[in-house]
C-alpha cells in the first residue's frame, strides 16, 4: 500500500495542489486497494485526478478510455505539461505516429495511455505484452441505455473486466441518476463497484432561467457585460448556431459557431480557438464541450430548452470548473418542448425521455430554489435555499400549502407509489374515467378530497413539491411518483410546507431584471492572464494548462516573489514552477514597482489570525480565505515569527521537527524549503517545513 504522505506529495508535485476536492482520496485509496469504483462527480469536481494520480505511481499502464479524439487530446497536453508521461492511440493518427508510442510503451515510458472504445483492436499486443495497473472508462453515462447520450461501441466495453478480472476499472461520469447508475455497473460487469456519488452542489455557479422573449438582444446584453470572458451558447438545431453567431458577429461579439455539419477540419479549428483564448464565444450543438478541458470558461447559456436535466447539468457545468464565480442563464419556449417532444418520439426509451423532458421543463417553470431541484433530483436532499439562482434572489410570494401537501402525499402513499403524477391528480380531484374505475382508485379515502383546486393548478403544486424534495419520480418505473424521505415529516410530524402563490409567481417572472454593474478589471490579473496566453502561444498549449484562473487570481493575492513562495500557490506543481516561475515572479515584482507596493504580509495574516483565535483548524481558515494551505501556513509562520500566540508543535510530528533539525546540520544550502524538500525526497511538505524551520529558529 503506497503511503498517504507520498499520495499527497504526488498531488503537490504533479498537479499543483495541496489538498484534494471531496471524494478525491478516498477513491484513490480504493483503486490501490483494487476495488472497482463506480464515480459520479460533476463537471469540474476533479474526476480525472482520480485515476491520473494512482497511474503515475501504480507499476505498469493505465488504459484511459474516452469518446472524444479532442478529449484525449487535451487531457494529454495537460498531463504533459504536468511533467507526466502519457499518449493517445486512435484512428486520427498515421502508423508511424502509432509506431513511436508503442516503442515508448515498449521501453515503459508512458504511465497513461488514452484510446476510444472503437480503437481498442489497437491494443491488442499491450493488452499481451504490458503490464496493466488500472483500466479508466471516461464518460461512463455513454454505456447506459438510460443515460443521456447512448454511444453503442461502449456497450462492448463489459468485456474488459471478464478479461482482466484482477486489474481494477473505474467508470466515471458527470451525470447519472440512479438507474443509471445501475445500467453502467452492470455493463461493465462490476455490479460490486464501490460507488462514489459526489456533491452535485456547484456554489460557484448562478442558475437563472428567462422565457424565450427577443432573446438575441438579451445575450448580446449579457456579452457586454462581461468582455473578455469566454462562454458557450447552446442551441438545439445546426441552423440556430449560424443564425446566433451571425447576429452577435454583427454586434461586434467574436463568436463562431461549431455543429457536426462544418468541415472537420474548419470545426477542429474553431475549437482549437476557443481552446486558445482566441475566440470569445462558441455557438454549438450539445456535442460540444464533453471534450473540452477549458477551466476558464465564465458563462453558459442555453438558446433553447435541454432535453433533460442531465445533460442541462453537465453542460453548465462546463462554466467555472477553476471554482471561480461563473454565470449560466437558461431560455425557454413552448416551441422548445414541441421540438423536443418530436425528437423523444424518434429515439429509444420514448416514455423515459418524454417523463425526462417534463422534469426539465418543470424545472424551468419552478418557483422554489433552482439549485434545490437540481440537487434533489440526483438524490442530494437539502433544505436550505441557495440564495444564488434567480428565484432566490426575486422569490415568489408564499403561503402555507400543508394541506394541499399533505393531500398530495396522503394520496400517492394510498396508491402505493405506484402511479404517474396525472393518476394522482385524477385521484385527488375524484375523475370518474377508465383508470379509475378499473383500478378500483374510486374506493381509496384521499379519493376526491381536493375537487375545489383546478387539475392545472394541481399539476404546478406537484412540481412544486417534487422540486422541494417531497416526491420524486422514478422514471425506470414507468414514471412512478414517489414518497422521499422528507415527505414523512409532513404527513406524520406536522412541518410545514410553503407553497408559490401562482397568480402572483406570474408577476415576478414578468420582472424586467436590472442590468448588472460592469465588472471593474483588475490590473495585475489581467497582465498575468496576457503572459499566460503568450507562453500559451508560443507552446502552442491552450492558456488554461499554463495555470487556471484561480491560480491568477491567488498569485494577485499573494504575489509571491520567491520560489518559495511561488510553489505555495495552489495549482502550482514543480514542473511549472520550473518552466514558468520566473516569468510570474518577474511579472508580480515589476507590477508591485510600477503600480504600487507589495501588501504587506500584516494586511493579510491580520485575518489568519483572527480566524485562528476563533478556533478554526488550517483547512477551515483556508477554505474561509479561498487560499491555499501552504499560504495559510506561511501566514501561522509569520505571525509565530512576530511574536503571537500561535502553537506552532500542533502542526508538526516530533519525528518530522527532529529530521529537518538534522537536514539543517548537513544541507550545503540550507536557507531554500526546496534544499530540504528534495532531501526528503518529497516525503516531507513544504508546509511542513516551514513550520519546522520557524520553530528551530527560535532555538538559536
Known amino acids: 500500500m503506497i503511503a498517504p504522505i507520498k499520495i499527497k506529495s504526488t498531488l503537490k508535485e504533479y498537479f499543483g495542489y495541496d489538498q484534494f476536492r471531496p471524494l478525491q482520496e478516498e477513491i484513490i485509496q480504493s483503486i490501490f486497494e483494487g476495488n472497482d469504483n463506480l464515480v459520479i462527480m460533476p463537471t469540474g469536481g476533479g474526476k480525472s485526478i482520480c485515476f491520473q494520480l494512482p497511474a503515475i505511481l501504480l507499476e505498469g ?51 497513461l495511455l488514452y484510446t476510444a472504445p472503437e480503437s481498442l483492436s489497437y491494443l491488442e499486443h499491450i493488452f499481451t505484452s504490458q503490464k496493466i495497473s488500472l483500466i479508466a472508462i471516461d464518460e461512463a453515462h455513454c454505456i447506459s441505455s438510460w443515460g443521456h447520450d447512448f454511444r ?139 471534450g473540452i478541458d477549458k477551466s476558464n470558461v465564465r458563462w453558459v447559456i442555453h438558446y433553447n430548452l435541454p432535453k433533460n436535466i442531465e445533460g442541462y447539468y453537465q453542460e453548465i457545468g462546463r462554466a467555472g470548473r477553476d471554482g471561480l464565480p461563473s454565470d449560466t442563464l437558461l431560455f425557454h419556449s413552448y416551441g422548445d418542448v414541441i421540438q423536443l417532444q418530436k425528437f423523444a418520439q424518434n429515439s429509444g ?24 431541484i437540481l440537487l434533489n433530483y440526483f438524490g442530494e436532499l437539502i433544505s436550505e435555499d441557495c440564495g444564488n439562482c434567480d428565484v432566490c434572489k426575486n422569490p415568489p410570494q408564499f403561503f402555507d400549502g400543508t394541506i394541499i401537501a399533505q393531500k398530495a402525499l396522503s394520496a400517492v402513499a394510498r396508491l402505493d407509489g405506484q402511479e404517474p403524477i396525472g393518476t394522482v391528480i385524477d385521484v385527488l380531484r375524484g375523475a370518474q374515467n377508465n383508470t379509475i374505475f378499473e383500478k378500483g382508485y374510486q374506493n381509496v379515502k384521499t379519493y376526491g378530497i381536493a375537487k375545489d383546486i383546478a387539475w392545472l393548478d394541481w399539476k404546478q403544486y406537484m412540481t412544486q413539491l417534487i422540486n422541494q424534495g417531497y416526491l420524486e419520480i422514478a422514471f425506470h418505473e414507468n414514471n412512478k ?116 507596493p507589495r501588501r504587506t504580509k500584516g494586511e493579510t495574516t491580520k485575518k489568519t489570525y483572527e480566524l485562528y483565535k476563533q478556533g478554526l483548524s488550517i483547512a477551515e481558515i483556508a477554505q474561509e480565505r479561498k487560499l491555499a494551505e501552504t499560504t495559510i501556513f506561511s501566514h501561522i509562520s509569520k505571525l509565530y515569527d512576530d511574536g503571537k500566540d500561535i502553537d506552532l508543535m500542533q502542526f508538526i510530528g516530533k519525528q518530522d521537527l527532529q529530521s529537518i533539525r538534522d537536514a539543517k546540520e548537513t544541507l550545503n544550502d540550507p536557507d531554500t524549503l526546496k534544499a530540504y524538500f528534495e532531501h526528503f525526497e518529497e516525503a516531507i511538505p513544504y508546509s511542513t517545513i516551514r513550520i519546522g524551520l520557524t520553530i528551530l529558529s527560535k532555538e538559536n
Open 349 to 372: 426509451n420514448v416514455d423515459v425521455q418524454l417523463a425526462k423532458l417534463d422534469r426539465m421543463k418543470e424545472y424551468a417553470d419552478a418557483l422554489s430554489c433552482r439549485r434545490k
Open 152 to 290: 453503442p461501441a461502449y456497450t462492448n466495453l463489459g468485456y474488459l473486466k471478464n478479461r482482466f478480472p484482477d486489474i481494477p476499472v473505474i467508470a466515471l461520469t458527470a451525470t447519472a441518476d440512479k438507474a443509471t447508475r445501475e445500467d453502467i455497473a452492470n455493463q461493465l460487469n462490476i455490479p460490486n463497484a464501490t460507488q462514489h456519488i459526489a456533491s452535485f452542489d456547484r456554489k460557484n455557479l448562478k442558475l437563472e432561467v428567462r422565457p424565450a422573449n427577443d432573446r438575441i438582444t438579451q445575450i448580446i446584453n449579457f456579452i457586454e457585460d462581461k468582455p473578455n470572458e469566454s462562454g458557450i451558447i447552446y442551441c438545439l438545431s445546426r441552423k440556430a448556431t449560424q443564425a446566433v453567431a451571425e447576429k452577435l458577429q454583427a454586434a461586434n461579439i467574436n463568436a463562431m459557431a461549431y455543429h457536426a455539419g462544418i468541415a472537420h477540419n474548419i470545426r477542429s479549428q474553431i475549437q482549437e480557438d476557443f481552446i486558445n483564448d482566441t475566440c470569445q464565444v462558441i455557438c454549438a450543438t450539445i456535442a460540444f464541450g464533453m
Open 481 to 596: 411518483l414517489k414518497l422521499t424521505q422528507f415527505a414523512k415529516d409532513v404527513l406524520f410530524k406536522g412541518k410545514k410546507v410553503d407553497l408559490a402563490n401562482l397568480v402572483e409567481a406570474e408577476k415576478v417572472k414578468e420582472k424586467q431584471k436590472a442590468k448588472a454593474p460592469k465588472a471593474s478589471k483588475n490590473l495585475l490579473f489581467e497582465r498575468l492572464r496576457e503572459l499566460r496566453l503568450n507562453i500559451a502561444r508560443e507552446e502552442d498549449v491552450p492558456a488554461y494548462q499554463i495555470f487556471n484562473d484561480a491560480t491568477l487570481k491567488e498569485m494577485d493575492a499573494e504575489r509571491p516573489m520567491s520560489d518559495e513562495e511561488f510553489i505555495q500557490i495552489n495549482g502550482v506543481g514543480r514542473k511549472k514552477m520550473e518552466n514558468y516561475g520566473y516569468q510570474f515572479i518577474k511579472e508580480i515584482i515589476a507590477f508591485s514597482k510600477e503600480k504600487k
Open 61 to 111: 499502464i493505465t488504459i484511459v478510455i474516452s469518446p472524444l479524439i479532442a478529449l484525449m487530446k487535451d487531457q494529454v497536453d495537460g498531463l504533459t505539461t504536468n511533467g507526466i508521461a502519457a499518449a493517445y492511440i486512435n484512428s486520427s493518427q498515421s502508423e508511424s505516429e502509432q509506431q513511436e508510442i508503442y516503442s515508448k510503451i515498449a521501453a515503459n515510458e508512458i504511465k
